[in-house]
């Protein structure tokens, strides 16, 4: 009776020593999911401020100096979000050594699509030939990119096979009314694209914080073209088909939400402001820009700006700006990154990254 009394008591003790040892080893071995390239495309045709000044009532030092933008790229008459997001994502597998055979899944961010359906991820599936990969569209507006790569983490997590291309694109001169000189001044069409797969060191997202308020789902609008108000006569005369925005309301949105989502994923992981190497936020505004700088403290070569040559490219801002930092050499292995967005919807996002 003894004897079994102890026998039993060694084997609890074993197995509980068993358990603390997998969960242990779990936390330890908790796969993080890294971005293995970024690639970024943008169309020739550059538009200057003194080329808007000809075409509504603007000027150059009135851009410049509310929005900090000067020039912004248009795309031409037989490029759309699809092919321009193709020629991002080539850029990111040619980056990264891979072929489109290689990728599992297609997430397009995008809010410009070429069609209500199919899905533009679908044509660049097509053009891509990535045969194995199913796809598919996310519409999150500006946050796009951010969303896209908080579901390919996730996706990841629950299958480390799995590798993700997300691909941000947009054609917003498409949508773009051209005689609204509040909105015209801002936007500028481009792609960027990344390839997301589980990472074997300690690189890869830490924290990500997702947000959406559809209170204000009016501030920032197409109207017509979707099912509640169906393209006709009317909705093309009213010009419902182009992108309306009440500029302070999403301003002090915008400033607020970014601030907040940027705060809680730096302080989720831990880090203090002088550990962030670069933040690169959504280029709308370089007022926004510098008011979430200062709020979170960041010296000005902490943060990453092209919107003067870029302009607003919606889901398309953060993917290019990273793949041009990491041109430039401004990320390197091991560098603490910061993403966060604010769009339509609203949506906001922040992302940390140990690169
Ligand atoms: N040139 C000259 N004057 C102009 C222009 C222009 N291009 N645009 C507006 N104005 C005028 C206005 O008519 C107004 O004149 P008034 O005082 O005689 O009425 C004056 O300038 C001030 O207008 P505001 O709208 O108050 O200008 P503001 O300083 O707010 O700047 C802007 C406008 C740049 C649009 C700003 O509000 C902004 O950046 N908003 C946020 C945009 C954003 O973040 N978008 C993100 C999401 S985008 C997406 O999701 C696709």
């Known amino acids: 009776m003894g004897r079994v009394f102890y026998k039993q008591i060694i084997l609890n003790f074993i197995s509980f020593f068993e358990y ?58 037989g490029e759309t979000a699809a092919t321009m997001g193709v020629m ?43 045969k194995k990969a199913f796809a598919f569209d996310i519409s999150a507006a500006c946050s796009g990119f951010i969303y896209g790569l908080d579901i390919a983490e996730k996706y990841i997590a629950s299958d480390p096979s799995k590798r993700v291309l997300i691909v941000a694109t947009e054609k917003l001169s498409s949508v773009t009314d051209w005689k609204d000189r509040v909105t015209c001044v801002l936007f500028g069409d481009g792609a960027g694209a990344a390839i997301v797969e589980a990472s074997n060191d300690s690189s890869g997202i830490l924290r990500s914080e997702l947000n959406s308020n559809g209170d204000n789902y009016d501030l920032l609008i197409i109207k017509a073209g979707g099912s509640k108000n169906p393209a006709s006569q009317l909705t093309l005369e009213q010009s419902q088909h182009f992108l309306e925005m009440q500029g302070n309301e999403v301003f002090k949105n915008a400033v607020t939400d970014m601030k907040n989502a940027a705060v809680k994923v730096v302080e989720c992981s831990g880090w203090n402001k002088d550990d962030i190497k670069l933040l690169i ?37 953060i993917p290019i700006a990273l793949s041009q930092a990491l041109e430039e050499s401004r990320i390197q292995k091991g560098d603490k990154i910061v993403l966060v967005s604010f769009g339509a919807g609203f949506t906001s996002a922040g992302m940390t990254i140990e690169w």
């Open 20 to 77: 603390w040892s997998i969960i242990g080893e779990g936390e330890n071995m908790k796969q993080k999911v890294k971005l293995v390239s970024v690639g970024h495309y943008l169309p020739e045709k550059i538009l200057t401020n003194a080329d808007l000044e000809k075409m509504v009532d603007t000027s150059d030092e009135w851009i410049t100096q509310r929005t900090g933008i000067k020039e912004r790229r248009i795309a031409s008459s």
């Open 281 to 317: 936020p959504h280029q709308a505004n370089i007022r926004i820009i510098e008011a979430i700088r200062k709020r979170l403290k960041l010296k000005k070569d902490q943060v990453y700006i092209n919107l003067h040559k870029i302009g607003n490219t919606s889901a398309s801002t």
């Open 88 to 130: 991002a994502a080539k850029d990111a597998l040619q980056k990264a050594g891979l072929s489109a055979d290689d990728i599992d899944i297609i997430i397009c961010a995008t809010i410009t699509g070429d069609y209500q359906t199919p899905s533009t991820s679908c044509l660049i599936q097509k053009e891509l030939a990535a």
